[in-house]
């Protein structure tokens, strides 16, 4: 089966590079077909055993992860990756009908997840918003563009370089988690419904069953808050969503 590209490249610029890892060769061979099409350079895996060497000469600007691998399952992979540091964007492909492992998936640190079966015209299009977010400057006119280091306690989190640093430390965030952080802290004080913090970090509309905003929310308040049960910065705004209260009094 044959796909029109939708768009190309320009021919100075590199490739963005995907790795798929499922075992299902036909999915494999359909995702490889398409997004070579559409202008990606794509390697693929059947399961993890070589994603440690794929890395160390193949690293990828994305990774698509099948959630039900033999050996160590897409969760495993996934915990593995970001217990190592690395923030590689990550979709997740899943099959089962129950949410739970998809929330499970978010919490580990996937980036975004696709349900089997899928539209490839759909993947195509998280695959664009993950890397949107992770390449895209704020656009002109947006909220606090021209503050690009806020700091927070003990805490600077320089936009710019999409980074988090807890004094010398430096502490690694998902594309996801910089997405809904920065979201937060450029519109300090203003409460921001979930359904304004996913469109705002994941160029997505919410639904009732999406939980996803409050995972990452969860995620981000076990880095930063020193009580999860009672934060300082990331509050909840009963009923509707999430605030960021910076240190500073707001002027008189």
Do not use: W
Request: net charge neutral; glycine share 6%; aromatic share 8%.
């Amino acid at each position: 089966m044959r796909f029109r590209p939708l768009y190309s490249f320009p021919m100075h610029a590199h490739p963005t590079r995907i790795l798929v890892i499922d075992d299902d060769l036909r999915i494999r061979a359909l995702l490889e077909e398409y997004l070579r099409g559409e202008g990606y350079e794509v390697r693929s895996l059947q399961h993890g055993g070589f994603l440690d060497a794929e890395l160390a000469h193949h690293k990828p600007d994305l990774i698509i992860l099948d959630l039900m691998l033999p050996g160590e399952d897409g969760l495993l992979i996934c915990r593995k990756l970001r217990g190592q540091g690395i923030t590689i964007p990550v979709i997740m492909l899943t099959a089962k009908g129950e949410p739970i492992e998809r929330i499970v998936g978010l919490e580990i640190g996937a980036d975004d997840y696709v349900p089997k079966p899928f539209n490839p015209r759909e993947l195509q299009a998280r695959i664009k918003a993950v890397l949107r977010r992770r390449t895209e400057p704020p656009p002109p006119g947006a909220p606090a563009t021209d503050n690009l280091r806020v700091e927070f306690g003990s805490f600077v989190f320089d936009r710019a370089k999409r980074c988090l640093h807890r004094g010398e430390k430096r502490i690694a965030l998902t594309t996801s988690e910089f997405a809904v952080l920065d979201a937060l802290v450029t519109h300090p004080r203003r409460a921001l419904s979930r359904e304004q913090l996913l469109e705002l970090a994941r160029g997505r509309a919410y639904t009732a069953f999406d939980r996803s905003m409050d995972v990452q929310i969860s995620r981000l308040r076990h880095l930063i808050e020193e009580d999860t049960s009672s934060p300082r910065y990331l509050q909840t705004v009963r009923g509707y969503g999430y605030v960021f209260v910076p240190d500073e009094p707001e002027s008189a």
